[in-house]
């Protein structure tokens, strides 16, 4: 196998552009419950590879400053336009606020307790009521990095950005001449603008610039956007595994057999669909790099579909002999998998190679869709985004159209068109208001004419304060022969009208839909009206546009499994079942008052079960866990969010008890001292603990990721020595924990 040649000389790049990795397919939202991947390889932490060898959490916080905060050494902070927007450090609660912005700060940092990095460029530009338009360049640089004995060089990050009105101008920039030139890497991963960044934890692989190099800048520069924001923590380099293939961009096609033409994915089909000869089901395809510091063999793409947690197909693409390191490789798997039945159909892309993967969870990517009977939708239920008619070139009007372009292959009869009406929680000024009214209509493309032609329509309707923020079903209005439509191309869509009349002020008038992000979407398929040109043309988002047919036999209900892993209480002793200690679930499944039976462990696991019968499909519940039917021993106690899951015709929940955190010790604060020594270490120090009062101490350490690598509990005790030894774990920043307080240790 070929070993990657790390640069010895100086590169002379201007201006290299190279498309990295890495979209990350995660659901966000807190206390979320989505299943757990069907392939869930553990992760390696090896020494040397994938060694961290230098990590920031922004930890600036300095209250002799009084500014609050003080800059380290050899960091460089600059704004060429001269107008003081300056890169600054913010408190993990300190929000970011502007003319368009009203967001609670950097929502995905790993370390949101010890503040983040952020260009605050709305606020900049709005100050005392009062709009500018300055637009950067703006940039900070870390300290000078020695990469010499580090032939490989992985950069990664958190961040969360947006940009308008423009592309994003969102870019590391590398050099290893001290600035003569530089390699720019993108970070906006095909985000467009005006919506939220669509990677918040790249990881990019630098060796062609870095590797082996004495002298690596490292620079975040921001241009050409006057409005928004980009937030960044929890940056760190470390060395490649040999074997580190990414499976980085993933295609889902539902095939035409009819057009001989790809569709892109759907999130719902109604059974009638699907049950034609021109529906070719779906095919898969996707794109491999090689991340790793070795170049891979025998690579292939695995494409697995489970209907209702039971494999239904497997299939393997052809295998490439090599793909070299930092190059990338195209895989597809032309055996489409057609649907049968009503049902969950999970669908699992792996890739896969000959080496033993040195970080298997970023090979998989898995999307979920669904045969109903009734619901034919391009999207989910869930908003990432919005879609208006503000930013298109004939001036935000009324009476424009926003639509979704549907493919009947059987002739059906269509029932109503539902729409997600949306007031921006960021904006309520400028998104639907109370008042605004709408109508829905149907279009059917004549290839005669070469136009869509009106089909039918519902009542012209006024939004009301219950229609914010949901989805609005309208029924159409039906004459007994108009809602029967043959096959064809459709387009459902929304008229609008915002009492701005033409060419509205978008700040003041704007009818505001929801936009779906979670998915692979088909180009083209999301189309838009102007009333002045009366012609239809494509938009970039996925509006939130369904069209419903009058078809029924799906089951209404479904068993729900909750599954929920106690392995951390029992460890720290707030839970012991062996004493008779018992965990149920209460929520809207049961009026909040505990199930008729408890969860059960039946083969020791730590992994308790229960599954509740016959809930209503398709609804969203509620619910958290607790310990001897007692509140006060419940998750969250403090009073967070409850855990919120959507029901559908297939229901495994895979939870952690309290999201993994730590309960039942009392957070005394240590008013004497922890000492930690040596620190830095080689892998092996000293934990030393003195407090004025006896309590108990739950001690744990976590790598930069989260994940413990260490935890103990003691009892009763006013002072508390031990020698902990993380030499196995990969050099780098960790966090020691001891009750309420957190210090950093780096293992050198």
């Given at each position: 196998m070929k070993r990657f040649t790390s640069l010895l000389v100086v590169l002379a790049i201007f201006g290299l552009s190279y498309g990295q990795n890495i979209r990350q397919f995660t659901n966000y939202a807190p206390y979320s419950n989505e299943q757990k991947k069907m392939v869930t390889p553990p992760e390696q932490a090896l020494k040397g590879e994938g060694e961290v060898f230098y990590s920031e959490t922004f930890d600036f916080a300095d209250p002799s400053n009084p500014r609050g905060w003080s800059l380290p050494a050899g960091w460089q902070v600059t704004e060429e336009g001269d107008f003081g927007q300056y890169w600054v450090w913010r408190a993990g609660t300190d929000s970011i606020k502007g003319k368009f912005t009203f967001l609670p700060g950097h929502i995905y940092s790993k370390?949101?307790?010890?503040?983040?990095?952020?260009?605050?460029?709305?606020?900049?530009?709005?100050?005392?009521?009062?709009?500018?338009?300055?637009?950067?360049?703006?940039?900070?640089?870390?300290?000078?990095?020695?990469?010499?004995?580090?032939?490989?060089?992985?950069?990664?990050?958190?961040?969360?950005?947006?940009?308008?009105?423009?592309?994003?101008?969102?870019?590391?920039?590398?050099?290893?001449?001290?600035?003569?030139?530089?390699?720019?890497?993108?970070?906006?991963?095909?985000?467009?603008?005006?919506?939220?960044?669509?990677?918040?934890?790249?990881?990019?692989?630098?060796?062609?610039?870095?590797?082996?190099?004495?002298?690596?800048?490292?620079?975040?520069?921001?241009?050409?956007?006057?409005?928004?924001?980009?937030?960044?923590?929890?940056?760190?380099?470390?060395?490649?595994?040999?074997?580190?293939?990414?499976?980085?961009?993933?295609?889902?096609?539902?095939?035409?057999?009819?057009?001989?033409?790809?569709?892109?994915?759907?999130?719902?089909?109604?059974?009638?669909?699907?049950?034609?000869?021109?529906?070719?089901g779906y095919t898969f395809k996707a794109g491999f790099l090689n991340a790793g510091y070795e170049d891979q063999e025998s690579c292939f793409l695995n494409a697995e579909v489970f209907k209702n947690g039971v494999s239904v197909y497997s299939k393997n693409s052809e295998k490439v002999t090599d793909i070299w390191t930092l190059q990338r490789d195209t895989f597809a798997i032309t055996d489409p998998f057609v649907p049968s039945g009503y049902g969950n159909y999970k669908m699992v892309l792996t890739a896969k190679q000959k080496a033993v993967d040195g970080r298997p969870a970023n090979n998989v990517y898995t999307d979920t869709y669904f045969v109903t009977d009734s619901i034919y939708s391009l999207s989910d239920w869930d908003y990432e985004t919005y879609s208006s008619t503000a930013g298109w070139t004939t001036g935000n009007n009324d009476g424009d159209y926003i639509g979704i372009v549907y493919d009947i292959k059987k002739t059906t009869e269509v029932n109503s068109i539902s729409t997600f009406i949306l007031q921006r929680k960021d904006n309520p000024k400028a998104s639907t208001k109370v008042g605004y009214t709408f109508q829905n209509w149907l279009f059917?493309?004549?290839?005669?004419?070469?136009?869509?032609?009106?089909?039918?329509?519902?009542?012209?309707?006024?939004?009301?304060?219950?229609?914010?923020?949901?989805?609005?079903?309208?029924?159409?209005?039906?004459?007994?022969?108009?809602?029967?439509?043959?096959?064809?191309?459709?387009?459902?869509?929304?008229?609008?009208?915002?009492?701005?009349?033409?060419?509205?002020?978008?700040?003041?008038?704007?009818?505001?839909?929801?936009?779906?992000?979670?998915?692979?979407?088909?180009?083209?398929?999301?189309?838009?009206?102007?009333?002045?040109?009366?012609?239809?043309?494509?938009?970039?988002?996925?509006?939130?546009?369904?069209?419903?047919?009058?078809?029924?036999?799906?089951?209404?209900t479904a068993d729900v499994t909750f599954n929920v892993d106690m392995t951390l209480p029992i460890r720290n002793g707030y839970f012991n079942p062996t004493a008779g200690d018992y965990v149920d679930v209460a929520g809207t499944i049961n009026g909040w008052n505990g199930t008729s039976s408890h969860l059960t462990d039946a083969d020791g696991d730590g992994i308790y079960t229960l599954t509740v019968p016959a809930l209503a499909t398709f609804q969203n519940i509620e619910y958290k866990y607790r310990i001897n039917g007692n509140w006060n021993t419940s998750e969250f106690p403090s009073g967070g969010a409850n855990r919120v899951y959507r029901t559908s015709f297939y229901n495994m929940i895979n939870d952690v008890y309290n999201n993994g955190i730590s309960m039942g010790v009392e957070l005394n604060t240590l008013t004497s001292s922890i000492k930690v020594y040596p620190n830095p270490t080689d892998g092996m120090f000293t934990l030393d603990i003195s407090n004025t009062q006896v309590t108990d101490l739950n001690i744990l350490v976590t790598n930069i990721q989260g994940q413990s690598v260490y935890q103990k509990m003691v009892k009763s005790v006013s002072t508390h020595q031990e020698n902990i030894d993380l030499s196995a774990f990969a050099r780098g920043m960790y966090f020691l924990k001891v009750n309420n307080q957190v210090m950093k240790v780096l293992v050198k």
């Open positions: 370390t949101p307790e010890d503040g983040y990095w952020v260009l605050p460029m709305d606020e900049y530009n709005y100050v005392d009521g009062t709009s500018t338009a300055n637009a950067g360049t703006n940039w900070f640089q870390l300290p000078e990095f020695d990469c010499s004995t580090h032939p490989s060089v992985i950069f990664k990050m958190t961040q969360y950005f947006r940009v308008c009105c423009g592309s994003p101008d969102v870019k590391m920039r590398v050099s290893n001449d001290l600035g003569v030139h530089w390699a720019d890497f993108n970070m906006a991963f095909e985000t467009a603008t005006n919506i939220f960044c669509k990677n918040p934890n790249p990881e990019v692989n630098i060796t062609e610039v870095a590797g082996g190099q004495p002298h690596v800048w490292i620079r975040f520069q921001w241009a050409s956007n006057a409005e928004y924001f980009w937030c960044i923590d929890d940056i760190s380099l470390s060395e490649a595994f040999n074997a580190e293939l990414q499976l980085e961009t993933p295609w889902l096609y539902m095939v035409d057999n009819e057009a001989n033409d790809n569709e892109g994915f759907t999130y719902m089909v109604p059974l009638s669909q699907t049950g034609t000869d021109n529906f070719g059917k493309y004549d290839a005669e004419q070469d136009a869509y032609i009106e089909v039918i329509s519902g009542a012209f309707t006024e939004v009301t304060q219950e229609m914010l923020s949901k989805w609005v079903t309208i029924p159409l209005d039906k004459d007994g022969e108009s809602e029967f439509i043959e096959p064809g191309i459709y387009i459902a869509a929304i008229q609008t009208y915002h009492g701005g009349g033409a060419i509205a002020d978008n700040s003041i008038y704007r009818f505001t839909i929801g936009s779906d992000q979670s998915h692979q979407y088909p180009g083209g398929k999301t189309l838009v009206r102007f009333i002045s040109g009366d012609t239809w043309g494509t938009n970039s988002d996925l509006s939130m546009i369904r069209l419903n047919v009058a078809e029924s036999g799906a089951p209404a």
